[in-house]
């Protein structure tokens, strides 16, 4: 069964403290690792697509990186307002609906 | 992008009623699907709502308890029958943009609470 994994479930950082998010699937067929940010109250924000191993993607303070296994969300020097839910997903056997991991709560204190 | 209106926004529905919750988008696109987001959960997959043909629904999910339709390539309605405690759950609407491979994006989400 295809399956996206997050850790941790929840991370506290202090404003400039960089670190990183981890997502790990078992899917056959790789068919592109999906970044979101969430909110509270709101639906997922799109962030990045990657398709495959090495590849890298950056926005802002942002850089989503993808292994054969795993994928990495780093946050550089991150501020209070980067602090929200981030979602990994992977599109699912059946077609283009993506099947999420349980996510990630980022806190980011002054 | 694809810009996605979801109607409305939120709702406190009495247990027993229906709710229906529209998604509008300003773009055609070809897959237009919705999830359910339980409190303190992640997105599960309910349904893929084709267009001119009845919605494929995931395991655990039926057309019964949550018809669907989509009459357009612009536009889908989801609702949820006969509501008990338990649908209380944010429902968002989500396309494929075809113009933007790779590209998934989601309505703002409607927050149900059923009393």
């Known amino acids: 069964e295809d399956q996206v994994t997050q850790s941790p479930e929840a991370l506290r950082l202090q404003e400039g403290e960089s670190s990183s998010l981890n997502c790990s699937y078992t899917?056959?067929?790789?068919?592109?690792l999906f970044w979101y940010r969430q909110d509270p109250g709101k639906g997922p924000e799109f962030l990045f697509t990657l398709y495959s191993a090495g590849e890298e993607k950056e926005k802002e303070r942002l850089k989503a990186t993808l292994t054969k296994k795993e994928s990495f969300l780093h946050i550089t020097a991150p501020k209070p307002e980067d602090s929200a839910t981030y979602l990994c997903a992977a599109p699912m056997l059946s077609g283009y609906a993506l099947n999420f991991g349980k996510g990630t709560s980022l806190l980011v204190t002054p | 992008s694809a810009v996605i209106s979801q109607k409305p926004s939120r709702d406190i529905c009495q247990r027993g009623t229906s709710l229906t919750i529209q998604c509008q988008v300003d773009s055609q696109v070809t897959m237009m699907f919705w999830y359910r987001q339980q409190p303190g959960q992640s997105l599960t997959l309910i349904a893929t709502?084709?267009?001119?043909?009845?919605?494929?629904?995931e395991s655990g999910f039926v057309i019964d308890k949550f018809p669907i339709s989509r009459p357009n390539l612009t536009f889908s309605t989801l609702t949820v029958s006969n509501m008990s405690p338990e649908d209380s759950s944010i429902y968002l609407c989500?396309?494929?943009?075809?113009?933007?491979?790779?590209?998934?994006?989601f309505g703002q989400g409607t927050r149900l609470t059923v009393v």
């Open positions: 709502a084709n267009q001119g043909s009845e919605a494929t629904y």
């Open positions: 899917v056959s067929g790789l068919r592109g």
């Open positions: 989500s396309v494929y943009d075809d113009t933007h491979r790779g590209e998934a994006f």
